[in-house]
């Protein structure tokens, strides 16, 4: 296995993230594209940001060997990160739909 093998199986855990917040929490859902897309993007973030704390790829990969401890809290992290990127978009778009419904009906008005 080699460390971008892990990098890509990071990325799936994070569109399986994504994709798991519309079938357990189906008011904070986009669509299947919408919860793919924002799972790889969170998946990536929370492997990059947190995986300075040990287990990025190239540290479960080490030397040719595979630490299977490390390979999943990856995996954790990863399905972690899509999951909850699908809530911080949809915070945002939300607050992104308020704030422009305000400034149409005051434009029109």
Known sequence: MTATLVSLISIFMGI?????TK????????????????GVFGSIFFIKFLG??????????????????LFA????????????????????????QKDTSVTNSDFYT
């Open 23 to 38: 079938i357990l929490v189906k008011n904070n859902s986009f669509d299947v594209i919408g919860n793919t897309i924002a």
């Open 52 to 69: 300075r704390l040990g287990f990025s790829p190239q540290n479960i990969v080490d030397k040719g060997i595979v630490n299977y401890q």
């Open 73 to 96: 809290i990856n995996s954790f992290v990863s399905f972690f990160g899509g999951f909850v990127a699908v809530f911080i978009i949809k915070k945002i778009v939300n607050k992104l």
């Open 16 to 20: 399986l993230g994504g994709n798991s």
